[in-house]
């Protein structure tokens, strides 16, 4: 508890005025409210005086003093609203900015260990939660205890303190209550918001998925699986519901045995003459102001325990630390493009004896191109996401760059100094054009021209309805595959970064168009670093090196007609390759 509550200290402690302000409206507008059942006494014992000692003027005054205490209440009132809750919602403002800005921070791992969907519940329902905390809590709690310390002063001072005495003995049971009800309601809540958690992650993956659902006719199935989650969240939340309804009923019935004990024994000294007749009206008023405390009491203990859960919650991401440290020399600002890998070996997590790479050596000078080919699972996406610092190696001198090991570079050096094409092709939900220019701080609409028609997508994107401010729908789901990716190459080629790595980013691109893009980039890139994986020979027949992989080691390496004059695996892909070529061409004519 203690490093959820210095968690929530540190975002309060940045609207501590705020805070302070609410407090003095808060204890202004107690301190009148108190006020009030005063006047109401002093009317009826001039009242009950047989001189009639007040007169209507009197009367009239004092109504008008009770008016004015009323609207300062009312302005107080306002003031504690508007200081609290805006404070509240500027520290739910910053968590969410700072949980959100942690996690660009975290490393790949992470993302792979937690699902989208329970990341998503903490920037909503535990968000929510504190913002209560924070807010309505803190003037719920505060707002009891000086009311209640108010009224008690009145009630022992001002009238009788055996009575009092007598009034309260009930309320001992709501102290002792609300410790059973506050872990209870911890552990409740926690599972309700995990619960909820399951539910999010589910709903995202099939609406993200609907088309794979779709294609596999699974619409019952994944609506069962829904179910499941949704009942189960239902469940949890008529947990919390049930303790909430069993706990504030039995806050009731205490107050109304309180209430009752006063007018027993409250009555019985007002005819014994020990208090007067508006000394028992007061006390009863009093005792009246004593139930929203009592209630404020059990509501607090609900709020504070589910805020300290999703504290828990948050507090778990903020003390998750990224895999990959940023050690960089800041003298290094720039990259030019040379990559040396020294026996590079590196297992995943959990697979320390399957390297992912074993032992592989490789040289690649700046302006020079290196294409990786290999089969499935050979460890071709491995080698990239090592050369960009998702993964490091327990060696940092195995992999150089520009002369230096890769941990020297700064990371943002690094990765500006990297245009990267993923296998899968990402596009936001936004316009065609911003998705192009998403790498850079500015370009001109000219320059986003010329990367799509040297990604060959042009063409296609002035058919779309708005051309380059057409909006492409999440993923990219409205713009096929092949454009998807064009797109994502036109968007690394505006980049303009010294090193270039396309992950069989051409997949879906036809033979045509894809020897027009490399020639595209031929000629745009001459004197940069190009990293090139595929499957198809054709792809990268042209360059520099070509490093064949096979079970993460390196299995041939050198140029297209020296693995060809090998008679080994790379001879095998493109014998077959010519083969299929020859078949679709004969296939072809046949259908002629």
């Known amino acids: 508890m203690n490093k959820e509550l210095r968690l929530a200290g540190h975002y309060v402690r940045r609207y501590w005025l705020w805070y302070v302000m609410g407090i003095a409206s808060l204890t202004a507008v107690d301190f009148l409210t108190v006020e009030i059942p005063k006047i109401t ?3 009826i014992g001039s009242l009950r005086e047989e001189t009639l000692a007040i007169t209507m003027q009197d009367i009239t005054g004092l109504l008008w003093k009770m008016l004015l205490f009323a609207a300062l209440i009312a302005i107080g009132r ?3 609203r508007f200081f609290f809750f805006g404070a509240s919602r500027s520290v739910e403002r910053d968590l969410r900015n700072d949980l959100f800005g942690h996690l660009e921070t975290l490393s790949p791992r992470y993302f792979n260990e937690h699902k989208t969907g329970d990341l998503m519940a903490h920037f909503t329902s535990d968000l929510q939660s504190v913002r209560q905390l924070l807010g ?6 505060f707002d009891a205890t000086v009311q209640l310390t108010i009224v008690l002063y009145n009630m022992i001072v001002g009238i009788n303190a055996g009575l009092t005495a007598v009034a309260l003995i009930p309320m001992v049971l709501i102290i002792i209550g609300d410790v059973f009800f506050g872990k209870a309601m911890h552990r409740r809540f926690l599972e309700k918001q995990e619960a909820f958690s399951s539910l999010s992650d589910q709903t995202q993956e099939a609406i993200s998925g609907i088309r794979v659902i779709k294609a596999f006719v699974q619409e019952r199935k994944e609506l069962y699986a829904f179910a499941r989650a949704s009942l189960r969240c239902k469940d949890k939340n008529l947990s919390v519901a049930r303790l909430v309804s069993t706990v504030f009923p039995a806050l009731d019935l205490v107050i109304g045995v309180s209430i009752s004990l006063n007018l027993l024994y409250g009555g019985k000294l007002a005819i014994d003459g020990t208090i007067t007749l508006e000394d028992f009206v007061l006390f009863n008023s ?7 405390p009592m209630i404020a009491v059990g509501e607090a203990v609900s709020s504070i325990s589910q805020g300290l859960a999703s504290l828990k919650r948050l507090r778990a991401i903020f003390e998750a630390k990224p895999d990959i440290v940023d050690e960089g020399d800041p003298a290094v600002t720039e990259l030019k493009g040379g990559i040396e890998l020294k026996g590079l070996l590196f297992a995943y997590p959990g697979a320390e ?10 040289t690649v000078q700046p302006g020079e191109t290196l294409a990786v080919i290999g089969r499935t699972g050979a460890g071709k996406t491995t080698l990239v996401s090592l050369l960009e610092r998702m993964w490091d190696t327990e060696d940092p001198d195995m992999i150089r760059m520009d002369g230096k090991p890769i941990r020297e570079i700064p990371l943002s050096v690094l990765r500006r100094g990297i245009a990267y094409v993923p296998q899968d092709s990402f596009l936001f939900s936004d316009t065609v054009e911003n998705n192009i220019t998403f790498g850079v701080d500015a370009a001109t609409h000219e320059q986003v021209v010329a990367a799509a028609e040297a990604a060959c997508v042009h063409d296609n994107i002035i058919e779309f309805p708005d051309g380059y401010e057409t909006l492409v729908g999440e993923r990219g789901v409205t713009v096929s595959g092949g454009q998807k990716q064009r797109t994502a190459i ?3 080629l505006l980049k303009d970064a010294p090193i270039l790595i396309l992950d069989d980013s051409l997949s879906a691109v036809d033979t045509d168009t894809e020897e027009q893009i490399l020639e595209n980039l ?3 890139r001459a004197g940069r670093t190009t990293i090139i994986i595929a499957h198809r020979i054709s792809t990268i027949q042209n360059a520099d090196h070509i490093l064949v992989l096979e079970d993460g080691r390196r299995a041939e390496y050198g140029t297209h007609e020296e693995l060809l004059a090998l008679g080994g695996i790379y001879r095998g892909i493109y014998d077959k390759q010519q083969l299929e070529r020859q078949l679709r061409e004969e296939g072809g004519e046949a259908d002629g």
């Open 41 to 43: 006494k002093t009317i």
């Open 78 to 80: 306002f003031g504690w």
């Open 136 to 141: 309505m809590t803190v003037i719920t709690t």
């Open 286 to 292: 009093l005792l009246t102001m004593l139930v929203w």
């Open 353 to 362: 004896e399957h390297p992912a790479l074993d032992g592989v050596s490789v």
């Open 490 to 492: 036109a968007r690394a």
């Open 522 to 524: 031929a000629r745009m």
